[in-house]
């Protein structure tokens, strides 16, 4: 995201109050400013369409609708998410922009493809086995597919590095949504009917923009549409890090859908509700680490990290190892305010959700959960820095070892908590989220120790070609010039 990046330095140039906030503002909208849209826009429906005043069952079923479509999108395209990013930048890089389109349209057919066959049973158990209204499992299909190409074509649209257009398609996907909602209610459709169609109408827009946007971006097209088929067996650390650190997010809430307590709605969506709203109030009162992480990174280390690459190439040693020291403090330095300000923030965050969300009807378990999902969720969000930090230094390996373990850890803990815990069962998360920043942290260190040899003896700082050596004479004095 080197591009948000450019527009933070020219915010921060001013180094005043205003500039701090304005770079602030900036970073919220392009990286979690889409999540605040659609999350706002779904309780205003819920709000004004008087949700409450339809029946439990049917609640939960919009609600587990919405939850199950949303994670497993992400699930579903988090795999090729990681490869195709890759596969863009190298193009980029290598100026091959006629390469980009095609591969999208690859990319879509495959996630398309993989979802159908996800989803069809599902829709097929929701209609047959759940007794669902046809045309609501149809659309909820059609919105899940949706979904897919929106979150896929994210990247793409991130390859433009236009981020404000992101926050801006979003926006009018949501406002479109708002007013499709109110349009079906109005025609007489039932509540959970009418926001679930405004919701597919309007992410249908997301999609369609994004596509459109980039179509117009990158024009071009090589037809080279199985090219970036090859990065998927090059690429595959990349792939199994973007799953295993997508896994690793829910699989504590897959986890206890099976506990003895879980609810079931149309005997298909399997939920726990206290552990699931637990789950959504920390990881929103930890989101803004994403913020200011992007903020640390793309003002500050970035460059430091550009200058110790060039130092490669063309200056002394010690220069060299002058420059990476540097690189290394500024990441401690980073990190640890990162953890500090954020610690302030999720704790004033907490002490304002336990005074006041009893009052809404949140307590009991709900906040015993939170309590603990809060620690977890700010260990897994400082981990994901710790990813990112691994791949800078091209330390795919690292990084998939990372969520591996984090996501088996989160699943080994969660499972002990659901047996042996009846109060506190986000500790299990919480332990599994420790294991996985503890070893990404000491990765880091590993990397510091032995950077000289991961970048001289297993990274290549120049491209090789296939061609004729070189001749070894460099210079050679001509026979019959003299005189």
Avoid at 138 to 151: H, K, R
Avoid at 187 to 211: K, N, Q, R, S, W
Avoid at 442 to 468: Q, V
Wanted: aromatic letters at 18%; a positive charge; hydrophobic letters at 50%.
């Amino acid at each position: 995201m080197a591009g948000i990046g450019f527009e933070l330095k020219k915010i921060f140039k001013e180094e005043s109050v205003t500039s701090l906030i304005g770079g602030i503002a900036y970073s919220s909208i392009v990286t979690v400013g889409p999540t605040i849209i659609v999350i706002m826009t779904i309780i205003a429906l819920y709000f004004f369409l008087g949700l409450t005043s339809v029946s439990y069952a049917e609640r939960e079923l919009l609600s587990s609708t919405i939850l199950y479509v949303f994670i497993f999108a992400l699930l579903v395209t988090a795999p090729f998410n990681g490869v195709m990013s890759r596969y863009i930048a190298d193009k980029i890089y290598d100026d091959q922009y006629e390469d980009i389109l095609p591969s999208f349209y690859t990319g879509v057919f495959l996630n398309t493809l993989l979802g159908a066959l996800l989803a069809l049973p599902f829709v097929y158990r929701l209609i047959v086995v759940g007794g669902v209204d046809p045309i609501f499992a149809a659309v909820t299909y059609a919105f899940f597919m949706i979904m897919i190409i929106a979150f896929f074509s994210m990247i793409y649209l991130s390859a433009t590095k236009d981020y404000k257009v992101i926050a801006l398609f979003y926006g009018m996907g949501m406002a479109v949504t708002f007013v499709g909602a109110w349009i079906f209610f109005w025609l007489g459709e039932p509540v959970i009917h009418a926001i679930l169609y405004g919701v597919t109408l309007g992410f249908f827009l997301i999609a369609f923009l994004e596509f459109s946007y980039m179509r117009k971006h990158f024009k071009q097209n090589s037809k080279k549409y199985f090219d970036c088929l090859r990065y998927f067996t090059e690429q595959y650390q990349v792939l199994f890090t973007n799953f295993f650190y997508i896994l690793g997010l829910y699989i504590h809430n897959f986890v206890f859908w099976g506990h003895p307590n879980h609810l079931v709605i149309a005997k298909s969506y399997y939920t726990m509700q206290s552990y699931d709203m637990a789950t959504t109030l920390a990881m929103f009162s930890n989101i803004s680490m994403i913020v200011i992480f992007t903020v640390l990174v793309e003002t500050n280390f970035h460059d430091r990290y550009q200058k110790y690459m060039e130092s490669i190439i063309g200056k002394t040693w010690q220069d060299i190892q002058k420059d990476k020291k540097a690189m290394f403090r500024l990441l401690i330095q980073q990190v640890s305010f990162l953890a500090i300000v954020q610690a302030i923030i999720t704790t004033i965050l907490f002490l304002i959700a336990m005074a006041v969300l009893p009052d809404f009807g949140f307590g009991g378990s709900v906040l015993r959960n939170y309590a603990s999902l809060i620690g977890a969720y700010f260990a897994i969000f400082l981990m994901y820095c710790n990813i990112i930090f691994m791949f800078y230094f091209n330390d795919n390996k690292g990084a998939m070892m990372t969520a591996v373990i984090f996501c088996i850890s989160v699943l080994v803990g969660s499972y002990w908590a659901r047996e042996n815990l009846s109060r506190l069962y986000g500790l299990g998360a919480f332990a599994g989220a420790m294991v996985g920043w503890s070893f990404s942290f000491y990765r880091l260190r590993y990397m510091e120790k032995h950077f000289d040899a991961h970048i001289f003896c297993n990274t290549t700082i120049i491209e090789r070609i296939i061609g004729k050596v070189p001749k070894s004479v460099i210079y050679k004095k001509e026979q019959g010039n003299e005189g």
